[in-house]
């Protein structure tokens, strides 16, 4: 047991639900509350009736007590005990139950919020904050003239990029009947009982939930690639192919409305990106058959759903030549079709035309053929735009004859969705190492006689020797050419990338991005690899480049260097060549895990914030068009938390009508999985984009230098005591070890990629994802706060601290980036739990070390509490969050058995308990906590 130590209260160690009750209208929150009991019951019911009486008694126990451990009734010590030395086959449907009922939570949850907005809109208020309707309001409000909003949106530009999670990898059949509960129980929301074909939907939840007890949550085998892929491609089907379109249709029409002369968004604004298969940074499973499988698996889902649709279309265009007339082009189109059948159904023909091109394209440009082919013998479509040009003839025509809703159905659906998803369906970034591309280029220029030792070089005379060889139009490599095994595979990817944008368009491998990148060299050596695969080419009067170059600036000290390294790469004419050639258009990443990592949250936040005004002045200096990639996590201590107030709180510069963001982790499914769950959160990441851009947000004024530098200072404070403990705190990394499931992320099936980038002990060398993840699990969250309260006291103190207080009050008053940090801040300290985090604080068998370290962990956290309510002046930590204060009040007791048992397994499997289930119990707390957290990694 993990003693108190005097100066740590019982409130700090106890769940933040019992020290601050949520303050909510029981009216508000009960039709949730009937809903989580509802389907929390049929459950319950399921798990008597297919695990008998002792398991089901064995969660409602725990359930129970559960609750009285919130309401501090029990000691938590004695939930504890309930499972020593319980049966693993007692153990492992317990867990299953709890993560199931995480499941369900969720989907009663995101029915409330849908409630919720319904009955805001039925009161005629004014729409909300985020929401596109609220946005234009704002737009109009600010009077812009044409040329600012054409200015300001010129290649907008807004991509939710999709990337691999070890938690992110449920079952598709586990997919399907959470979609299907969720449909079930938004009828139940709006009064029905039955179906529409006459089923009960009570009998129906029932049979779902059975569905669901009796899968398997996990795979047996280690998570693969080819995994990943699919089940990132999944959310095509289930909610973007609807909801893209609508969305861009939606906000181009809105804007060209409202500015008529400025010839907006000629092209989509939003556009999906993808890092599965392409990101092989500490990855060695990303190999060139994966980038070939990643690039051709997206082109087949959206040619496939093209001719699903064309199908439909034309059964659903029937109107006959005798009725109505077509215009001359219609008539053109259809005359190409081959087959003499349906001579006075002109549309029918016409689409059937359109089937037979995109057919054979498929035939051409796929690997594998999709359902509803049709072999007319007509000529593939060469582009994308040749396929949306005989669309569009459909469309035009239609119109002509007073058919405008048929056109903006399903047809104006389509027209939509090819503009966006081309043959490409989306974005695959390639992503690799610096250090890689210095060992792979320094051999290719051996081997080519160039220079023996290029590693060797200082940097000036890098630069000065690859500039020179972008240039040449000799290659470095001939066939003969005798390779490393790593040289080799780079390359073999590399070349893997050229065929895609070969076979599917440029747009099918938008982006080259390098992880630590430290110098302009490091940018060169990218750029030579793409040169070598003919992705590059610079030597002519037109230059070719279809693939950028993006810089990932990760680490606190990169991040502090990435403007004069910016600054630097753009005063090279070769580089300013390559990036005039893409429309004077560079795209910089910004990396917020490895820099929490590096030098806690709010240092990590500030130095991202510092280095976008930097980067943006760079921009302004030199006449580019800055677009910045920002790679958050789906936690907090990941750059994480709601993407709209995120976006907002950029500083000015910043967003300048573009930018793109990693989406990864549970996020995936709370965010796209359903339609109305997709549009609500792309219109708020394009609702944010369009205000950053035309308006001012960040609402310091002349203010802004005063608070640039009390920040300077609170990141510099908060950087030291993080560092005190994380990088100087002598067995710190053995604590870290023993009381998380780290080394489990990393020994077990979770996830196709390594949890460290090189074999080391080392935290630097461990992935930001691990990292995190370990943290949330053990409900510690360390990186989403730790340092913060210490850097806030410290500062406070060496001033007058009146004054030095109303400072940071009103900073949290006027600014949003200011106020978001907070916000999000709060919101990991309301996940956290420092009790539960004392159960797993027991794993560290050296008594010293633990309280060394935990101590310091549970000083800090009250501490950091404390500054949070003294800035803010709330004493409710989430009374800016009503959604998460409803979520952590309602449902996060029933977490509770799952870190106790996740405790108790990891105890036996480190004693050398090597029987499967156990470790396969692990895996299930891991997955079960990941999903009611909804963003532990």
Known sequence: MVEVSEHVSEAALAPIGAVQRTRLGREATEPMRADIRMLGTILGDTVREQSGDEVFDLVERARVESFRV????????????????????????????????????????????????????????????SSLAATYAKLDSAE???????????????????????????????????????????????????????????????????????TALIRLHRLQITDEIDVGLRYYQAALFEVIPQVN??????????????????????????????????????????????????????????????????????????????????????????EQARADEPYRRAVRVIRGRLSATAAQILDDEPQQLLDLGLEPYATPDELR??????????????????????????????????????????????????????????????????RSLPEDQRVELLADELTTRRPLLSDRARLSELAHKELSVVEAAAHA????????????????????????????????????????????????????FETIDDLHNGASILHAMLELPIYRAVVAARGDSQEVMLGYSDSNKDGGYLTANWAVYRAELALAEVARKTGIRLRLFHGRGGTVGRGGGPSYQAILAQPPGAVNGSLRLTEQGEVIAAKYAEPLLAQRNLESLVAATLESTLLDMEGLGDAAEPAYAVLEEIASLARDAYSELVHETPGFVEYFKASTPVSEIGSL???????????????????????????????????????????????????????????????????????????????????????????????????????????KIADEHQRTIAMHKLITGQDDLLADNAALARSVFNRFPYLEPLNHLQVELLRRYRSGDDDELVQRGILLTMNGLASALRNSG
């Open 70 to 129: 919130r309401r501090s009734e029990i000691d938590r010590a004695e939930i504890s005990h309930m499972f020593d030395g319980i049966d693993i086959h007692l153990a492992i449907p317990i867990i299953r139950a709890f993560s199931h009922f995480a499941l369900l939570a969720n989907v009663a949850e995101d029915i409330h919020r849908e409630r919720r907005r319904h009955v805001h809109v039925d009161a005629g208020e004014p729409p909300q904050d």
């Open 144 to 214: 812009l003239d044409s040329a600012t909003v054409a200015a300001a949106l010129k290649g907008a530009l807004v991509s939710p990029v999709i990337t691999a999670h070890p938690t992110e990898t449920r079952r598709r059949t586990v997919f399907v009947a959470q979609h299907r509960i969720t449909e079930l129980m938004r009828l139940h929301a709006e009064g029905h009982r039955e179906t529409s074909d006459g089923r009960s939907i009570e009998r129906e939840l029932r049979r779902q939930v059975l569905t669901l007890w009796q």
């Open 249 to 338: 249709a939606e906000v181009r029409d809105a804007l060209r409305a409202r500015w008529p002369n400025a010839e907006l968004l000629c092209a989509p604004i939003l556009q999906p990106g993808s890092w599965i298969g392409g990101d092989r940074d500490g990855n060695p499973n990303v190999t060139a058959a994966v980038v070939r499988r990643a690039t051709s698996s997206a082109a087949f889902t959206a040619l496939a759903h093209y001719l699903s649709e064309l199908t439909d279309l034309e059964q659903e265009l029937s109107m006959s030549a005798r009725l109505i007339s077509v215009t001359t082009e219609l008539a053109e189109l259809e005359r190409s079709c081959p």
């Open 389 to 454: 040009a005989d669309l569009d003839i459909v469309d035009v025509s239609l119109r002509t004859h007073g058919s405008a809703l048929l056109a903006e159905d399903r047809l104006g659906l389509l027209r939509e969705g090819v503009h966006v998803f081309g043959f490409h369906l989306s974005g695959l970034d390639m992503r690799q190492n610096s250090d890689v591309h210095e060992e792979v280029v320094g051999e290719l220029l051996a081997w080519a006689g160039v220079h023996p030792d290029y």
């Open 501 to 552: 944008v070969k076979r599917y368009g440029p747009a099918a491998v938008p982006n080259y991005v390098i992880s630590m990148c430290q110098s302009v060299s490091d940018v060169l050596e990218a750029a030579l690899l793409l040169k070598e695969t003919g992705l590059l080419d610079v030597s002519g009067p037109e230059p070719y480049c279809p693939v950028g170059i993006s810089p990932l």
């Open 749 to 855: 099936n979770i996830g196709s990629r390594p949890a460290s980038r090189k074999p080391t002990e080392s935290i630097a060398d461990l992935r930001a994802i691990p990292w995190v993840l370990a943290w949330s699990q053990s409900r510690v969250m360390l990186p989403g706060w730790y340092g913060t309260g210490s850097a806030f006291e410290q500062w406070i103190a060496a001033g007058d601290e009146q004054e030095r207080v109303a400072v940071l009050r009103e900073l949290y008053r006027r600014w949003p980036f200011f106020r978001g940090v907070l916000s999000n801040m709060a919101q990991v300290l309301a996940k956290s739990d420092l009790g539960l985090a004392a159960r797993y604080a027991e794993l560290v068998a050296d008594e010293s070390l633990r309280h060394r370290v935990f101590d």
